[in-house]
């Protein structure tokens, strides 16, 4: 295969991609074999994330594929098998590709970007636990709020490329997030509920049809993104209960006790403690039902 | 009014049909569990009925191992395994699948990933199992499902047994789900609640890890079926601090760990299990007994074996004896009331005989968990 067909193979993969484990994985895989072609294969990664076309599922989906990659990359250049292709090109991109993820008109991708970063960022030596955190903080200032107040729009700051794309992706993630938290409280303050039963297509017309920016999901796209975002939801649990063991042990080991529960438990603070007793007092009733006897 | 509507108890030719309530009993008195296994296993076939668990316990072990699930998922199978065999009959005949214990096994396996969130697909399961077994799955078999005749690969006439058995212990459990990850948003498997509890507590590192083996060895016992996970865990925590060994084959250690004792006592005097850990104490009681027989009469076989030294330095003699010198001082704790579970009673109950399957084909088998019972208290008057 030259490198212009690998190209257009990958293009047509990605174009049509679904987030699957197993497409993702197929989509990874195919980049690697063909990672001889990195100079021709990583534009064409960035052309369809650039492109306006496309519509904002598919690059999430997308930006899954690239979470990916960068994951095989590693694992596979650790037994010496490639020498860490496609890492450095698109680490470099990540703050452009964030922005086409993530466009000024559409949040609806920022949790699934959030999850992909974090990913993205375990294998760099950089320490982001900071901004991992700020994600799940209020990110609103005083300005913010008082804006709000006014029913003023959200003005986004001008991001400046300095210093490591990790981090810069980071900053446009964040600065996302300010500003999905800042347009919820907006709407909550200044919109009514509404009382009268809305009925379903009304509520998944968001887009109008003569709209052709693609910023805004359609009612089959909103429906495919719930399926899709349920498969990937499913995928980040699949390994969360891994346990590793000893193959030449036959019963079990300290090393498991350490890394699994030792290591895993701490004390729990005191509102986190309260319930935890009430789940246990919930237990209790139905211990006291499977009895015959009074037992305690 | 009431607003729940009552379930019609008339067909549509105005015949009455049979309507059955099961209500999940996950806990039983030794005295019940006992009285059902004369049901279900035949005197002669005691034996076999606790070399074949043994031998399917040890091979789980292996299945988790290659799979790389967590404790609990072995903990909730073998809790299956069990249970299974308290409603259904144990023939060990291992050459008819719709007996085999292997089946019953690779289904308890399948049923616990799933309730504990740790999905695999049965074909894997299968053949992780059937590979330990050393099975060709893929050699041809006469399709006992099927009048024809036909043959048809092992590992799929195994799936649609498991399938099937699948139904059954659905049944047998009475669609309890409660013991799984993600009920009461706790993990109430004693492993995980054991450690929390340790933490709470700041119990050691070397006493933490072995309330942790003691409990990996009361996991493959009946234990499960008598008390609550908090109970046992607290058990455990109990009778680990009044062990205290001196020595622990182990490679971590914590410092300072050997000048810990006082505080250890003190930690033991100062438990409450029903203000700490919301645990009835006549339970936790019944929990130490039960371990302290166990080691009494299994240590040689435990893994706690493994990691203590045979002979106790401070006590100059055997570990079984510091078992046995523990169970005189526990000996005049309060037992569960058993007043309801006599024999002649246990015969009077038809909950505790074997479960006919057919009875969900021929008329209304409704399941439900005993603290959700109330609420049909009403219809269940009306049917007298």
């Known amino acids: ?296 | 009014m009431d607003s729940k509507e009552n379930t019609p108890n008339l067909s549509e030719n105005g015949k009455p049909v049979i309507t059955i309530t099961q209500i999940s009993r996950p806990f039983f008195t030794h005295s019940e569990i006992s009285y059902m296994h004369s049901q279900t296993i035949d005197e002669s076939k005691k034996l076999q009925y606790n070399q074949t668990k043994y031998q399917i316990f040890q091979l789980l072990y292996q299945v988790i191992k290659q799979l790389k699930f967590p404790l609990r998922v072995l903990a909730t199978a073998m809790n299956y395994y069990q249970r299974f065999y308290l409603f259904h009959k144990f023939d060990g005949a291992f050459d008819d699948m719709d007996k085999d214990p292997y089946v019953v096994a690779i289904t308890c396996l399948l049923l616990a990933s799933k309730n504990e969130d740790c999905i695999k697909k049965l074909k894997d399961l299968q053949s992780v199992v059937n590979k330990l077994r050393d099975i060709d799955e893929n050699k041809p078999v006469t399709n006992t499902l099927d009048s024809s005749g036909d043959s048809i690969a092992y590992h799929e006439l195994q799936r649609k047994y498991v399938l099937a058995t699948e139904f059954k212990l659905l049944q047998l459990i009475k669609f309890d789900f409660s013991n799984g990850a993600n009920s009461l948003s706790i993990k109430t498997s004693v492993d995980c609640l054991l450690v929390q509890f340790c933490k709470q507590l700041d119990i050691n590192y070397r006493m933490s890890i072995l309330s942790w083996l003691i409990c990996f060895d009361i996991m493959s016992t009946p234990l499960c079926l008598v008390i609550p996970p908090h109970c046992i865990a607290v058990a455990i925590i109990i009778i680990s601090l009044n062990l205290k060994p001196q020595e622990i084959k182990l490679d971590h250690h914590e410092i300072g760990e050997e000048d810990d004792d006082e505080r250890l006592s003190e930690i033991l005097d100062s438990i409450d299990c029903e203000r700490d850990f919301k645990c009835p104490e006549v339970l936790v009681n019944e929990g130490i007994l039960y371990i302290l027989d166990y080691y009494i009469h299994q240590y040689s076989h435990s893994v706690l074996n493994n990691y203590l030294p045979a002979i106790d330095k401070q006590l100059g003699k055997e570990q079984i004896f510091k078992f046995m010198e523990l169970k005189e001082k526990f000996i005049d704790l309060k037992n569960m009331n058993e007043t309801s579970c006599k024999e002649s009673l246990n015969r009077t109950d038809e909950y505790l005989s074997k479960w006919e399957f057919t009875t969900a084909s021929k008329g209304i088998a409704r399941f439900m968990l005993g603290n959700k019972r109330r609420r049909f208290n009403k219809e269940l008057d009306i049917q007298g």
């Open chain 1, 1 to 296: 295969m030259d490198s212009f067909e690998a190209a257009t193979q990958l293009s047509q993969i990605l174009r049509n991609l679904t987030p699957s484990i197993q497409n993702l994985n197929r989509a990874a895989r195919f980049a690697l074999v063909n990672s001889d072609k990195e100079d021709y294969l990583l534009p064409t990664i960035l052309d369809i994330i650039n492109d306006s076309k496309m519509v904002l599922n598919t690059k999430s989906t997308i930006f899954q594929f690239i979470d990916v990659l960068i994951s095989e990359s590693f694992q596979y250049s650790l037994q010496n098998k490639y020498s860490y292709p496609y890492i450095q090109g698109l680490k470099s991109a990540l703050p452009e590709i964030i922005q086409q993820v993530l466009p000024q008109a559409n949040n609806s991708n920022l949790y699934n970007t959030y999850v992909c970063l974090r990913n993205i960022s375990k294998h760099f030596k950089i320490d982001c636990s900071e901004y991992i955190d700020k994600f799940q903080c209020n990110l609103l200032t005083e300005e913010d709020i008082s804006k709000i107040e006014g029913n003023k729009e959200f003005i986004p700051e001008k991001y400046e490329p300095s210093g490591d794309p990790l981090v810069t992706a980071w900053k446009i993630l964040l600065e996302k997030k300010r500003q999905s938290q800042f347009e919820r409280a907006r709407l909550l303050k200044h919109s009514n509920p509404l009382d009268e039963i809305v009925d379903e297509d009304e509520m998944f017309n968001i887009r109008v049809k003569s709209d052709k920016s693609n910023n805004l999901l359609s009612k089959r796209q909103i429906l495919s993104r719930m399926e899709d975002d349920r498969e990937a939801h499913k995928r980040s649990k699949e390994n969360l209960w891994v346990v590793n063991r000893d193959k030449n042990s036959s019963f079990i080991t300290e090393q498991e006790f350490l890394d699994n529960y030792w290591n895993k438990y701490h004390q729990l603070n005191k509102s986190d403690h309260e319930e935890f007793l009430n789940s246990l007092s919930g237990l209790n009733k139905l211990v006291a039902d499977s009895y015959k006897d009074k037992q305690f």
